[in-house]
């Protein structure tokens, strides 16, 4: 059996050319023939084992066709190598190989990724590690304040937390929730560096067990989290904001002036100009205005 009919793959890293057709999403570059014999289809799972934790790590991500890579070659995106934690500095890409498999989506979830995509968003890329004693049994994760800022979002709302599992057939289905987010602030982290110098082995270290220079943000949450997307301590997790309960918290906001402006038009209006049909356009005409003015709004941070 030849080298390339075996799902391993050495890594090259991409290139600015590579991430033309990203758009806002990672990308993994195959050939057209190991897309053909792996069944993939636009998305795909990363995976790899890392033998410093001893843990077998993946992500998802955008497949890209790159004519020419071999068919034992695969090029990733630096966010997707570190989060496979392989180490930054290091230049013999041939060294690392990684698995792939396909990623399965529903008709929603295919749906979901357009709008969302249309919508605008950003992803990025945290390392799982557990909750703070104080924030046990509470439904929300703490990341770095930077990171929020970067999701375009604020404390407070929302993101959406993704995990591929994998099932019988090699194949993998995409699981999300979302889930409140606040700052791990300076005061947690000073405590959590004093919890990692004491309890290394429930609370790792990252820069110690892992082999990357600067590893990726951490996420903080509570076990049910983790059992509910089937994660592990130290696995990577793709997350973007989550802009259902962003355009509800805005839309909120909008509705004073969806009132207002109802009120306003009604009122001028005689009565005997005034029809159910002419309402129902008007309100169709103020949340068209509306939701296109929060979408301008959220699109330009």
Request: glycine letters at 2%; proline letters at 3%; a neutral charge.
């Amino acid at each position: 059996m030849e080298q390339y009919e075996v799902n391993r793959f050495f890594v090259k890293p991409t290139k600015s050319e590579d991430r033309k057709e990203a758009k806002d999403n990672y990308v993994v570059c195959v050939n057209s023939n190991t897309k053909k014999r792996l069944d993939l289809g636009k998305f795909a799972v990363v995976s790899t084992c890392c033998e410093e934790i001893k843990q077998t790590l993946h992500v998802h991500c955008q497949v890209i066709l790159d004519s020419t890579l071999l068919n034992n070659e695969v090029k990733l995106d630096e966010t997707l190598r570190t989060a496979l934690a392989f180490p930054c500095e290091y230049v013999d890409y041939a060294k690392h190989t990684v698995e792939i498999y396909p990623l399965d989506l529903t008709l929603l979830q295919l749906l979901n990724e357009y709008i969302s995509r249309l919508l605008g968003r950003r992803y990025l890329f945290f390392r799982v590690c557990r909750a703070d004693s104080l924030d046990m049994d509470k439904t929300y994760a703490r990341v770095n304040l930077e990171s929020i800022k970067l999701l375009g979002t604020t404390e407070g709302n929302n993101l959406i937390l993704e995990n591929a599992i994998k099932n019988e057939n090699n194949r993998y289905t995409l699981k999300k929730i979302s889930l409140q987010v606040y700052e791990l602030t300076p005061e947690i982290q000073k405590v959590r560096d004093g919890l990692q110098r004491r309890y290394p082995y429930r609370f790792p270290s990252l820069e110690k067990v892992l082999p990357v220079e600067q590893d990726i943000w951490p996420i903080l949450f509570d076990l049910y989290v983790r059992e509910e997307l089937n994660l592990e301590v130290l696995d990577p997790l793709k997350v973007r904001r989550d802009l259902l309960s962003i355009f509800l918290r805005e839309f909120r906001e909008f509705g004073i002036l969806f009132f207002l402006t109802s009120l306003t038009i009604t009122t001028l209006l005689p009565n005997n100009q005034m029809t159910w049909k002419l309402l129902a356009l008007i309100s169709s005409f103020i949340v068209s205005l509306s939701l296109t003015l929060i979408n301008i709004k959220e699109r330009v941070k």
